[in-house]
């Protein structure tokens, strides 16, 4: 589904933070991108979400056969690309149901697909609130704004659910978030496991682990991956630290 | 009615003052007043751009191509309800000239309102008498579709104690020039809701000119979105003239193309323990220019007052301009007043978070455009009136430059 192939990214200051990545997803597949703060993770979910600010000096990613980074950010999204934010993003005065419904639509139109009334949405949003606990006071609310940083998190898997991307990168979903909402957040994840679905979860700490079960590990530092495994991996870090890994690399 | 003329008279008032007739049928008071405002716009001519109240509208277009007096169409709804008198300024002068005649005794002395004073026709008068309440929203909608300038005046009478809330919007086709003059009195304990949709025509030029006196423990709201026309400038001056009044003004302008909206505001504490709330928001694209200016004036005896003023700014793309200018005059001293004032971009951040959920990059601006200006249109508390404004709204911003 995703493959990136020696892929070096710039700052635009000059800075080099992605240094010859190799990553190969496919469908179905959960992976977590592990590694300690300044590696380069959230710039690697920025990348392919799209974000500016970076240059791309050298290497590739190739989603389902299309040059994923020739594509503005709102097209990859409407290919099946999703993003849940580090720092979901407070927008006052835009009403997050309105928004919601905007994001749908436009993906639909996409494809070629009827866009939703207010109604049937309203549908889909009622069954999918269910599914992460929240309560439909916070859809009528302005898109983030005065959410409680486990709301915020909560809203960005609702989002997933509401938009089923084919690739979705979780950027530190799990920081900031107690652990019964830890086990909301990771509930609604698991929901969403599926055969024709990649996951790709960025975190520091192996405790989001414990709760969403990975097929692949890998440990990003410095830019680089230095080293990929099984699950086990996850737990050996946590043991030994990012130090030893990057020694034993 | 030239003959008397002892004075030099402006060349851009010239063609007004020639066609000044007079109203054959009139009573004799109001003819006097006519002849004294051709008088005093003759004399004065256009506003200067030296004046500070001025000086951020381009008054050149109109100054250049006289535009002259026009019939106006105002559309009032039926209103049948003890207390309350709602009729075109036609109806007031045969019937209630005791209305008309004191708005008319002060106040008519500035440029445009001595010209409106010479020739209004359009317009109307509404009186709610003691204790009345009007309970659903008024509607009464200005619309033009000539050229020529139309004078429109407009009064409002709410005597104590009594309540109405007014929707009016201002439209139309054409090339012409709308000088509207509305005068508002609230007596003690009243309320009044006014809220103002300005979307004129695309060629049309609107100077409104609405002057409020509150008496103690008035309430005044004023809502106003300016969305349309070449030229338009909307200057709201209030008088807190009782103890304990209250008023807030709230309103946006959305200017595009090569058009210029201004939003001038001036509050008078007079009397101790009123209170100010006031929320402006500009956006400005294209070549667009828009100018917020607000006085808000503490005079000596106005003890307790509590006054607050925020402006914000929107600018999209590198040639619109939005210029500000807060003002706070303050003679007393025990008062609670604070102005804020912020002009910027579009957040790239929140940009990118609606771009990164599949939104298109114009949708998504307009939807944060629209998102800056709902904060304002919230202070709206008539549902019905505030979604008719985002409606309006949400097509303004689907032709406005950077948002499409």
Redesign the interface.
């Known amino acids: 589904m995703l493959e990136i192939t020696n892929l070096h990214v710039r700052l635009n200051d000059g800075r080099e933070i992605l240094k010859g990545i190799d990553l190969n997803v496919g469908a179905g597949e959960v992976h977590a991108i592990m590694g300690p703060n300044g590696s380069g993770k959230s710039t690697l979910a920025s990348v392919l979400?799209?974000?500016?600010g970076y240059t791309v000096t050298e290497g590739s990613a190739t989603y389902l056969g299309k040059d994923l980074l020739s594509l503005?950010?709102?097209e990859?999204?409407?290919e099946g690309v999703?993003?849940a934010?580090q720092y979901?993003?407070e927008?006052?005065?835009?009403n997050n149901m309105?928004?919601?419904r905007?994001?749908?639509n436009?993906?639909r139109r996409?494809r070629g697909e009827n866009e939703l009334d207010a109604t049937q949405f309203l549908r889909v949003v009622r069954a999918k609130l269910k599914l992460l606990d929240i309560g439909e006071d916070l859809m009528q609310r302005?898109?983030n704004v005065g959410f409680s940083g486990g709301e915020k998190k909560r809203n960005e898997i609702f989002?997933m659910a509401m938009?089923e991307p084919k690739l979705a990168i979780l950027d530190e979903t799990d920081s900031g978030l107690d652990i019964d909402a830890l086990r909301t957040v990771a509930g609604g994840v698991n929901g969403l496991r599926a055969a024709d679905r990649a996951i790709v979860m960025i975190t520091h700490y192996q405790r989001l682990l414990d709760y969403i079960e990975p097929d692949h590990v890998h440990v990003l530092q410095d830019g680089r991956i230095v080293q990929s495994g099984d699950k086990t991996l996850a737990a050996e870090l946590e043991r030994r630290g990012y130090g030893a890994i990057g020694d034993a690399a | 009615m030239t003959g008397a003329i002892d004075f030099p008279v402006r060349p851009e008032a010239r063609p007004y003052l020639d066609a000044f007739a007079g109203a054959a049928n009139e009573p004799e008071w109001l003819a006097r007043f006519r002849k004294h405002g051709i008088n005093r716009f003759a004399e004065q001519g256009f506003p200067s751009r030296r004046s500070e109240g001025w000086r951020y509208l381009d008054l050149r277009g109109l100054q250049d191509k006289p535009r002259l007096p026009a019939a106006a169409e105002t559309r009032l709804p039926e209103i049948t309800r003890a207390g309350v008198w709602l009729g075109s300024v036609a109806k007031a002068i045969a019937e209630r000239p005791d209305l008309l005649r004191v708005a008319l005794e002060d106040g008519t002395d500035e440029a445009f309102a001595a010209l409106n004073a010479a020739f209004f026709a359009g317009g109307f008068v509404l009186d709610v008498g003691p204790g009345a309440t009007v309970g659903q929203p008024i509607e009464i909608a200005h619309a033009a579709s000539s050229g020529g300038s139309l004078h429109t005046k407009t009064l409002i009478n709410l005597a104590a104690d009594s309540r109405a809330t007014l929707f009016e919007t201002y439209a139309g086709d054409g090339a012409y020039w709308r000088n509207d003059v509305v005068d508002i009195r609230l007596g003690p304990g009243a309320v009044l809701d006014r809220i103002v949709c300005i979307e004129e025509g695309a060629e049309a030029a609107h100077i409104g000119d609405v002057r409020v006196t509150l008496g103690e423990k008035a309430r005044f709201g004023a809502f106003v979105l300016l969305l349309g026309g070449k030229t338009v400038r909307h200057e709201l001056s209030v008088v807190m003239a009782g103890e304990g009044a209250r008023c807030r003004i709230d309103g946006a302008f959305v200017v595009g193309g090569s058009d210029e909206a201004n939003i001038v505001t001036m509050i008078d504490h007079r009397a101790a323990g009123g209170e100010t709330r006031e929320l402006i928001k500009g956006v400005a694209a294209g070549r667009g220019h828009g100018a917020f200016q607000g006085t808000i004036k503490v005079r000596a005896g106005a003890q307790q007052t509590d006054a607050q003023q925020t402006s914000r700014s929107l600018i999209i793309g590198r040639r619109a301009v939005i210029d500000t200018k807060p003002e706070l005059e303050i003679l007393a001293d025990d008062v609670k007043c604070a102005h804020g004032a912020s002009v910027g971009d579009l957040d790239e951040a929140s940009l990118f978070y609606l771009r990164a959920r599949g939104i298109p990059e114009g949708e998504a601006r307009r939807l944060l455009i629209e998102g800056f200006v709902r904060e304002a249109v919230e202070r709206v508390s008539d549902v019905g009136v505030r979604e008719t404004l985002m409606e309006r709204l949400g097509s303004r911003l689907a032709t406005l430059e950077g948002a499409e």
Request: proline fraction near 9%.
């Open positions: 979400a799209g974000r500016e503005p950010a709102d990859r999204a409407c999703f993003l934010f979901p993003v927008i006052p005065g835009v309105y928004f919601l905007s994001a749908l436009a993906q996409h302005a898109v989002q938009l």
